[in-house]
């Protein structure tokens, strides 16, 4: 995280398989709606999104399935990262076009923290789904540079589709979670400041990690995402600048543009967050 983080301590939690106390869970998140409508190119932004993104159910994957992007600017977009997610079978497979003859990309089996590794897939990854490469499907990685993606064979990975889509407004400091395109959440928000900004785009959850100290800084839990901060690349306490969503201990910032660029919720927000 963005200095937000310290290494976790063994503690089993709740529902989700365990990892330490290190959970690796599926959500799509999309950072700066209203923010990304100055992005150079042809394609979407979230700028010229309405509040309300359109729904993911079967009449969106559908209409956007019929023209499978390819992402090759840097840029996730809500119709783009539709909520499937892969996790590699073991180590992770992945090359920078959709073939074993081309580049590998060196990924590692597990996060940072100690979670399985997973991708988010950019387009449909449903099994009747056009394929511009069959057998192949385009993933957002967790690495540096924001937005980068590669390719994985379709037999290397399960995949899965979560329903929960989060949206966290800078503008107006706020984070919305969407459960197959109804809204089940919405909190306010602190942000990063002008010198360390919390980064646009889409990207994903890479990570739960159950803090063990309410008190601290980052609250009861923090959400790790495939996302790092353009500004800050590592911390003294070992962070390369990995962006999250976590609690906090000064709940009074709430509203405001005060972080290293994750987003803070109060930890009464965090949990409730965490209870979806």
């Known amino acids: 995280m963005t200095g937000d983080l310290e290494p976790p301590t063994a503690s089993p939690w709740r529902r989700w398989p365990v990892v330490a106390n290190v959970v690796a869970i599926a959500a799509v998140i999309v950072l700066g709606i209203a923010l990304l409508g100055s992005c ?8 010229s999104l309405p509040p309300s993104l ?6 969106a994957t559908s209409t956007i399935a019929a023209t499978v992007p390819e992402v090759d600017d840097g840029i996730l977009t809500p119709d783009e990262l539709l909520g499937w997610i892969a996790t590699p079978a073991g180590d992770p497979e992945v090359y920078d076009q959709p073939s074993v003859d081309a580049q590998p990309i060196d990924i590692g089996p597990e996060t940072a923290a100690g979670a ?15 394929q511009d490469h069959p057998g192949w499907l385009q993933v957002a990685l967790p690495t540096r540079p924001n937005g980068s993606t590669g390719w994985v064979p379709v ?9 929960f889509r989060v949206f966290v407004d800078l503008a107006g400091r706020t984070l919305r979670v969407e459960d197959d395109g109804t809204g089940v959440f919405t909190a306010a928000v602190a942000i990063g400041t002008a010198d360390n900004p919390t980064p646009v785009n889409g990207t994903y959850v890479t990570e739960l990690i159950d803090n063990n100290d309410p008190e601290g800084a980052y609250g ?3 959400f790790g995402l495939a996302m790092h901060s353009d500004t800050i690349t590592e911390f003294g306490d070992g962070g390369d600048g990995q962006v999250g969503i976590h609690g906090t201990n000064r ?3 709430i509203g405001q543009a005060v972080s290293h660029g994750c987003v803070r919720l109060s930890n009464d927000d965090v ?6």
């Open 40 to 47: 150079a190119g042809e394609r979407p932004t979230l700028g």
């Open 54 to 59: 359109p729904p993911t159910g079967a009449d």
């Open 116 to 130: 399985p590794t997973t991708f988010a897939v950019v387009g449909d990854a449903s099994p009747d789904a056009p």
């Open 155 to 163: 037999d290397s990975v399960t995949v899965v589709k979560t329903p």
């Open 220 to 222: 009861p839990y923090a």
């Open 251 to 253: 709940p009074d910032l």
């Open 271 to 276: 949990e409730d967050l965490v209870d979806l």
